[in-house]
């Protein structure tokens, strides 16, 4: 499978926890972003970087949230001491530098904080 | 005020209908636009680029009004596999992100 692939599929934390998703984009793709969709609404941005800086961050993306692209390739999220309403799908997305606008997604990660 | 507005629906359309979905936009400066489609618990996949001068793809029909700053997919002979959420998505002159809407529920009814 040469697509976007996220891990886990599904992840079930307590309130307080930390937790780190993995993003593994394609592989010539050197652009990689961070979106969050919750039901009922459409994808909203996080975060982004080109190769292994990080370029933007959304108001979004408060401080208990971080992400990391170490080599520019496969990226973490990271959240701590999550919150109830951290609960949502986390999209990883890449693309080609110049060619951000067609962005592929993977299937997601579904957090789900009790 | 959201970047992207769109109906959430649902609209149920029996087999063979023709289907219209509209969004608008409030940033006069947003430079692209496009559709994409997400199917139930799977992710965004891009349906179609939208241009000034509109255009087709198969059964499908993107336009653009810049001036009133409006989007519009028109699906014609509707399949059942044409069941899902359509995303009305814009892209900002500086930002690199996409601005989607809330999407829009699509049920086609055999």
């Known amino acids: 499978d040469t697509g976007v692939s996220q891990n886990p599929r599904h992840k079930i934390t307590k309130r307080g926890q930390n937790v780190t998703f993995r993003c593994d984009p394609i592989?010539?793709?050197?652009?990689l972003y961070w979106y969050r969709q919750t039901l009922g609404q459409g994808p909203e941005f996080l975060t982004y970087?080109?190769?292994?800086?990080?370029?933007?961050k959304s108001r979004l993306l408060s401080d208990r949230f971080s992400a990391e692209r170490p080599k520019g390739s496969f990226s973490t999220l990271e959240i701590q001491r999550t919150e109830q309403g951290d609960s949502a799908m986390y999209l990883c997305?890449?693309?080609?530098?110049?060619?951000?606008?067609?962005?592929?997604f993977g299937p997601g990660t579904r957090l789900t904080v009790t | 005020r959201k970047e992207v507005e769109q109906d959430p629906g649902p609209f149920n359309v029996p087999e063979g209908a023709t289907v219209a979905f509209n969004c608008t936009y409030s940033?006069?400066?947003?430079?692209?636009f496009f559709w994409y489609r997400q199917d139930c618990r799977k992710e965004p996949k891009l349906l179609m680029s939208?241009?000034?001068s509109g255009n087709e793809d198969g059964r499908f029909t993107a336009q653009l009004n810049r001036a009133s700053q409006y989007i519009s997919l028109l699906i014609r002979d509707s399949k059942l596999s044409d069941s899902a959420t359509y995303l009305c998505?814009?892209?900002?002159?500086?930002?690199?992100?996409?601005?989607f809407g809330t999407g829009t529920r699509l049920t086609v009814i055999p």
């Open positions: 939208v241009y000034s």
């Open positions: 940033n006069s400066a947003s430079q692209s």
């Open positions: 997305a890449s693309s080609l530098h110049g060619q951000s606008y067609e962005q592929y």
């Open positions: 998505v814009v892209t900002q002159t500086g930002a690199n992100n996409l601005f």
């Open positions: 592989s010539e793709h050197n652009r």
């Open positions: 970087f080109q190769n292994e800086a990080q370029l933007e």
